[in-house]
Nanobody, 122 residues
Framework: VQLQACGGGLVQAGGSLRLSCAASGRTFSSHAMGWFRQAPGKEREFVASISWSGVSTYYADSMKGRFTISRDNRKNTVYLQMNSLKPEDTAVYYC????????????????WGKGTLVTVSS
């Protein structure tokens, strides 16, 4: 599975962005998908994950209520809708895929895409 994330950019605090991650490969619909982020000088952290069917979603506590993960298996794409953005959300965001279950994806994933930079100005 190859992953390509896009949709990052510069946004003011309180604004919104939607990230997309397009996946290649016919097995996309069988993989759990997720998003991670890494801020400057910090370790990579889990953001959200979604089951292969899209029924189950999981979020880091600090993103609950602000971020929404979704997927469209017909388009081989996973999305991350980010609302009420804060300066501390500034980071490079990475999408990831794994053949395991979505609830465990926060521990790591098999496949990683190149990141897309999100910058939130105050």
């Amino acid at each position: 599975v190859q992953l390509q994330a896009c949709g990052g950019g510069l946004v003011q605090a309180g604004g919104s962005l939607r990230l997309s991650c397009a996946a290649s490969g016919r097995t996309f619909s069988s993989h759990a998908m997720g998003w991670f982020r890494q801020a400057p000088g910090k370790e990579r952290e889990f953001v959200a994950s979604i089951s292969w069917s899209g029924v189950s979603t999981y979020y880091a506590d600090s993103m609950k209520g602000r971020f929404t993960i979704s997927r469209d298996n017909r388009k081989n794409t996973v999305y991350l809708q980010m609302n009420s953005l804060k300066p501390e959300d500034t980071a490079v965001y990475y999408c990831a895929a794994d053949r395991g279950i979505a609830s465990e994806l926060r521990q790591g994933a098999e496949y990683w895409g190149k990141g897309t930079l999100v910058t939130v100005s105050s």
